[in-house]
């Protein structure tokens, strides 16, 4: 029987939820996506798969890892918290002799850096919404530059994604928006509705993929975050205000820096705030 035929003839994902228990739990952020059209389009998104080393965090009954592994990941490393869920797991992973590692523990405990190997890794996951923004800013943090990861298309709740693609002069655009473009280019796929997962949540969805930044004029992280932090803690007041947390006077830094002090923190471009964190570290 050939992987393709083998994957098809698993039990339905429905199924595989009651025989297991899969209950979703809300501690664990789940929410599992069971439309293999969905899955298949993530994981359509999530490539070219062909000959790389895919990673996917909270994979549940394995809706998603199904489609990863049709769709032609040529090895993917399954993360997976909860215990109920690796009995499909390892059943997918029969179905396909070699080509899937299951990694039983909690993804922010991970060093994804090992498991890169020899070539960047494309991480592609509906993530659980309880540690989807913490496992983000790991993955836009890691050092060195360029990173071990070649693309990230990643499930989130549509207020999670708007923050990471938003403009200037939004109210969407915030601190995690300055280090997702600072450090790759980030774009909204499409929405998912809450109608395709089980159990159906509150809020919409949405999938966004981000690529690396070339490492070219790059500004180190923990300055970045310490401006963003002070600029957007008190994002109604001017920035020759807010930033009074990390600069006594910030006027003359604002001023040589070619910005008006009078501007607030969303009125402030990506490169902007490059700039800012590029001064601050070198003033300290």
Do not use: C
Not at 127 to 155: D, F, R
Not at 174 to 185: E, H
Not at 248 to 262: K, S
């Amino acid at each position: 029987m050939s992987e393709i035929n083998a994957l098809d003839a698993l039990p339905p994902l429905r199924d595989i939820i009651a025989r297991d228990g899969l209950s979703a739990r809300k501690a664990l952020g789940q929410h599992f996506l069971l439309d293999l059209n969905l899955t298949r389009r993530i994981a359509r998104a999530g490539g070219p798969l062909a000959g790389s080393h895919v990673v996917e965090v909270g994979p549940g009954p394995g809706g998603l890892t199904r489609a990863l592994l049709l769709e032609g990941a040529e090895h993917l490393t399954a993360i997976e918290r909860d215990a109920r869920a690796l009995p499909a797991l390892h059943e997918i992973a029969a179905a396909v002799p070699g080509r899937l590692t299951i990694v039983a523990g909690d993804a922010l405990e991970v060093d994804f850096s090992t498991i890169a190997a020899s070539k960047p890794l494309r991480i592609v996951a509906n993530l659980p919404y309880n540690v989807a923004t913490p496992l983000l800013v790991g993955w836009l943090s890691a050092e060195p530059w360029p990173p071990y990861w070649a693309s990230l298309t990643l499930m989130f709740q549509r207020e999670v994604a708007d923050r990471i693609v938003a403009k200037p002069g939004s109210k969407a655009y915030g601190r995690l928006t300055v280090l997702a473009q600072s450090r790759a280019t980030a774009k909204l796929l499409f929405p998912v509705p809450a109608r395709a997962f089980t159990p159906m949540p509150k809020v919409e969805s949405a999938v966004v993929r981000l690529e690396p930044k070339p490492n070219t004029e790059r500004v180190p992280v923990g300055a970045l975050e310490e401006v963003t932090a002070a600029a957007f803690g008190q994002r109604r007041k001017m920035l020759r205000s807010s930033l009074k947390k990390i600069w006594p006077d910030p006027v003359p830094m604002l001023e040589a820096a070619r910005i008006a002090p009078t501007l607030r923190a969303e009125e402030l471009s990506v490169e902007a705030f490059m700039d800012l964190a590029r001064r601050y570290r070198e003033e300290r």
